[in-house]
Structures are given as structure tokens and as C-alpha cells.
């Protein structure tokens, strides 16, 4: 569905994109998670028409979207700075909606009043943030779109309406096979909802895989020896190491089974595989890229 190659894209020589590649399939869900400045924010508006690539491409159904009328009315998309007219208030906004997007619906927008109690007559720039957020919603979900793209879409939204909200873009998946991409520090959060997951650092997409795979595929060893650690073999890919007493933690790139022989060979006196959080897993990863929590003494 959606398809980012060799993406690049400079800034008075800067590189917020390098090389970018993306592929979301059709009808999932997936994450893009990545520190400040990874250059997600700008890859997504890209897929969105607002900035055209130096190079590469970003294609939505195999067609390009820069200039592309036909592709962007089939998109719905939430920035972090959504964007309404001064004095516009939601009926305003719905009315300009409607002249982009042909399958917009009239029906679904008075359905979700229910949904997102706001004052349709009042001005969007006196609501909340999290109010403005709602307003967003309930026209990004009236546009019926076949793709929804989404940069921290629940930021400053309280947590009934966060869960009634990704309840809404979950439905439109499984009803709809609506295609969502969504961008978000909240990895808790993500872990709930997406099936794929790409982790994104300096310009370039690091990894992607499913969530499932990408769980499955990282493992967290907590793992007792009768003496002194041993010298692990070469093809163990440790991505973390530390020790409490004589309980070592080892975070480790591979197959459980196979990490677990692996290890068992040394004879331990306690082993246990503990599962890992999509935080986790974010964290260790990009630890390879010069990127970890440091410890610093002030």
C-alpha cells in the first residue's frame, strides 16, 4: 500500500532523510518510532504531499504522491500542528473537507457527534488541545480514507477518549482494510495496537518487521553462572549486558531456542527468557547507533 524507497530530502544541507525505506502493508497498522529529529515527522509529509523529495520516491498504491490529486483525496492525515482556518469553527471545517475529499460522509459525521462532544459552532482556536485533537478525528474519520496518517495522534488526549479514539481506527481497519502509519513516542501505547513496526534513526529506517517478529526475533536473558561470566561465543549478538549481584541480563538479536542452547552449553545454575516490551526492544536497538540512556553524575 504504502511504499517509501531511497528517500532523501535536505534541509541548507542537513539530511532528514537519507536513504529512507518504507513498505506498509495493505490494511495494518504500523508504527514509525524513532528519537527526536529521526526525520519522521518529514518522511510523513512526504506521503502527504507537503514537501517533494530530492530523490527517491513515496508512493501510495504505485503511484507517486507529489501532485497527485487522485491519491491524496483517498488519504486522511493528523499532524502533530493540525492546521484550521483562524476563524473556522467544525462546521467550517467539515464544509471545506467535503470540497477535497468526494466520499466524505455526512452520515458518519453526525453518527460520531455522539462520539466527540464538541460545540460545532464554536471557534477551534478557543478549544483545548485535546479538544482540537477530537475535532480532528471526527473529520479525518468522516473523509472515509483508504490510508490514515497519523504524527502523535493521541498527544493531549485524556485516556477515554485515547482508547475511544484508536477504538474507531480500529474498526475502520477491520471493516474497512483502511491502512494506518502512524507516528508516536508513546511505544506502550503503539505495542497495543500495530502489527509492524519500523525504527527509524538519522534519515534511515534501521529495521521494520512485524511486531510479532521483532519480539520474537530479541530476547531477554536474566542468567545465574556458578563462577566467573563466561566469554560468549561470536554468534551471540548481545545488544545489552548488565549484572545485579551475580544475575546477569542479557539482551540478545536471535531465535530464543537457539540462544537458549547456546547459553545452557556453560552450564548455568539459573536461566529464564523474560519477554520484552516494544520500549525495550527501541531502546537496545538503537543503543547500536550510539543512542542508550546515559549515565551521567552531576
Known sequence: ??????????????????????????????????????????????????????????????????????????????????????????????????????????????KLKNVFELDEKQAIRRMSKGMQKQAAFWLAMCCMPDCLILDEPVDGLDPVMRRQVWGLILQDVSERGTTVLVSSHNLRELED???????????????????????????????VFKNEFPELPAELTVLHQSAVGRIHTLILRGAQSDIEQRLGAFGPLFMEAVPLTLEEIFIYELGGADYAVKDIVL
Not at 501532485?67 to 467539515?94: C, G, H, L
Not at 509492524?196 to 530476547?219: A, F, P, W, Y
Request: charged share 25%; hydrophobic share 35%; with cysteine.
Open 1 to 110: 500500500m504504502i511504499e517509501v524507497s531511497e528517500l532523501v530530502k535536505s534541509f541548507d544541507g542537513f539530511h532528514a532523510l537519507d536513504g529512507a525505506n518504507v513498505n506498509v502493508p495493505k490494511g495494518a497498522i504500523y508504527g514509525l518510532v524513532g528519537p527526536n529529529g529521526a526525520g519522521k515527522t518529514t518522511l510523513l509529509r512526504h506521503l502527504t504531499g507537503v514537501y517533494r523529495q530530492d530523490s527517491g520516491s513515496a508512493r501510495i498504491d504505485g503511484e507517486d504522491v507529489w501532485e497527485n490529486p487522485a491519491v491524496k483525496m483517498r488519504v486522511a492525515s493528523i499532524p502533530d500542528d493540525w492546521y484550521y482556518f483562524t476563524q473556522a469553527n467544525i462546521r467550517d471545517m467539515r464544509n471545506y473537507y467535503k470540497g477535497f475529499y468526494p466520499q466524505f460522509s455526512s452520515e458518519r459525521y453526525d
Open 193 to 223: 495496537v500495530c502489527d509492524h513496526v519500523g525504527i527509524m534513526n538519522r534519515g534511515k529506517v534501521l529495521l521494520e518487521r512485524s511486531l510479532s517478529e521483532l519480539q520474537d526475533n530479541t530476547v531477554k536473558i536474566q542468567i
